[in-house]
Structures are given as structure tokens and as C-alpha cells.
């Protein structure tokens, strides 16, 4: 089966509900079991339904976007002055921006 691209058939029933609960550290009431069983079972089934596409000549994508580089191009322009560039803060002393004490 490894390989092949099919999923292994689950069997879906009360034991498989309480495994996946109890990896997921649920403690589900009878209710909540006679509830969730059918829709868990309703889930797989629809999931099961990619089974049934060829995908032989599909390459496997691991990152869904692909990854690229975008860079600007690197051009000098005019720098601010110091005093522009203190010019909008409160927070200066001698010069130089003023930041939270470190020690």
C-alpha cells in the first residue's frame, strides 16, 4: 500500500472515535459519542472520495506556494540628517534615540 497513493480503508467505529477523543483528550459523554460517530464517519467518507483521482503523473508538492526571492533593487538615495531624523521623537539624548535601560 505504501506508495501506491491509496489510503488504507478505516474502519469507523466507536473505537476509533474514542482513540482519536483520546488523543485529542476528550472525554466524550454517550450523547456526544451517538452524535459524533455518524459525522466523523460522514468526514472520512468525503475524504475517501480523493482516493479515486489519478494523480500518476502528479509530482508531489510539499510547499502548496512556491518559495522565490524578492528583492528590490538596491539603489542609494538621499539619507536623513541626523536632526531629521530625531526630529519626530520625544525620546533623544545627545543626539541619539533614547531606549528602555538594558541593565
Known amino acids: ?15 476509533l472515535l474514542l482513540d482519536v ?3 485529542c483528550r476528550l472525554n466524550l459523554t454517550e450523547a456526544e459519542i451517538e452524535k459524533f460517530l455518524p459525522q466523523l464517519e460522514e468526514v472520512l467518507r468525503s475524504f475517501s472520495k480523493l482516493d479515486e483521482l489519478d494523480v500518476s503523473k502528479e509530482e508531489p508538492a ?4 512556491s518559495i522565490e526571492d524578492v528583492l528590490r533593487e538596491d539603489r542609494a538615495g538621499k539619507c536623513l540628517s541626523q536632526e531629521e531624523a530625531l526630529s519626530n521623537t520625544i525620546h533623544k539624548k545627545d543626539g541619539f534615540f533614547k ?3 538594558v541593565v
Open 1 to 15: 500500500m505504501v506508495g501506491s497513493g491509496m489510503m488504507p480503508k478505516v474502519t469507523v467505529d466507536r473505537k
Open 21 to 23: 477523543a483520546a488523543n
Open 62 to 65: 510539499f510547499q502548496p506556494i
Open 99 to 101: 531606549g528602555p535601560r
